[in-house]
């Protein structure tokens, strides 16, 4: 694990110095001897970056920080969980699937979405769902400063206690983007860093046989799924197709015997992890 207390923008922008520095130095026939040195150094710059990167925003290493992503795969059991929302109409929509079918999923909820929709949280929450923190404006956490990534995961955290009167303890970061700072912040909070094991891009609308087609070809026992019932705070996109992909995903997994619980449940079966 990499115990290194800086932004990935501020190691980014070191990097890209470095390279600079050792592109100008190979240019200007400087640092060639007994190798190009200045161009092997800009090289392992560049790859070093993408690396940083990387590790950054895919979300299943643990190179900052312990992340979750996926549970025993002993157990037969998926994790269904909701970005985004609360988004009327499709929240009530999952809602009705899911209580019709009688599956527990969890839902990442962004607090000002919250704020806007108090009684879907509510319902949310009394339907035996579980409920995580998705920071209060969907920003894009390495972009933002330490006490702008403290004030989105507080304000979020309080808008869901005040509604539901429990206080959450995981989160998922906007595009599951993390790096150092956000993620002691996190630790910090008591939040637990939930990415996730399959997803089909479902966010783009690429059609509801893609989106179920996509998520049944990646599920294996300990799946953590990663779905939209919202749009960022921006609340424009139909997430219609997720609604009726949602629908088809349950009705198949139910079939092959899944079970389907909460991030809590995945965890509580991990070993070392508690809740
Ligand atoms: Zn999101």
Redesign the pocket.
């Known amino acids: 694990m990499l115990d290194v207390n800086m932004r990935l923008i501020s190691m980014l922008g070191l990097l890209t110095g470095i390279v600079i520095i050792g592109l100008a130095l190979d240019y200007l026939y400087i640092a060639r001897r007994p190798v190009r040195w200045g161009l092997y150094v800009a090289i392992a710059g560049i790859l070093c970056g993408v690396g940083l990167t990387l590790t950054a925003v895919l979300p299943e290493n643990n190179i900052y920080g312990r992340v979750f992503c996926q549970g025993d795969i002993k157990n037969k059991v998926v994790a269904l969980t909701f970005?985004?929302g609360p988004y009327p109409p499709y929240t009530e929509q999952i809602l009705d699937i899911l209580k019709a079918d009688d599956v527990k999923a969890t839902f990442?909820i962004?607090g000002k979405n919250a704020a806007q929709h108090p009684d879907l949280v509510r319902r949310i929450f009394m339907e035996g769902h579980q409920i995580g923190n998705?920071t209060y404006h969907?920003i894009d956490l390495l972009k933002a400063n330490r006490q702008t990534v403290i004030e989105e995961l507080e304000r979020t955290n309080d808008v869901l206690l005040s509604i539901t009167g429990v206080k959450p303890h995981i989160v998922?970061p906007?595009?599951g983007f993390r790096d150092p700072v956000v993620l002691e912040v996190m630790a910090g909070l008591g939040l637990k860093v939930v990415e996730w094991s399959v997803m089909s891009r479902d966010w783009t609308n690429p059609g509801v046989e893609k989106i179920v087609n996509r998520t049944l070809d990646k599920i294996t026992n300990g799946s953590v799924v990663l779905l939209?019932d919202?749009d960022?705070i921006r609340s424009e996109a139909s997430r219609a197709q997720t609604v009726a992909a949602v629908r088809l995903i349950i009705e198949h997994l139910k079939t092959e015997g899944y079970s389907f619980v909460t991030v809590d449940d995945i965890l509580a079966n991990m070993k070392g992890v508690s809740r």
């Open positions: 970005d985004d990442f962004v998705h969907h998922r906007p595009h939209h919202g960022g």
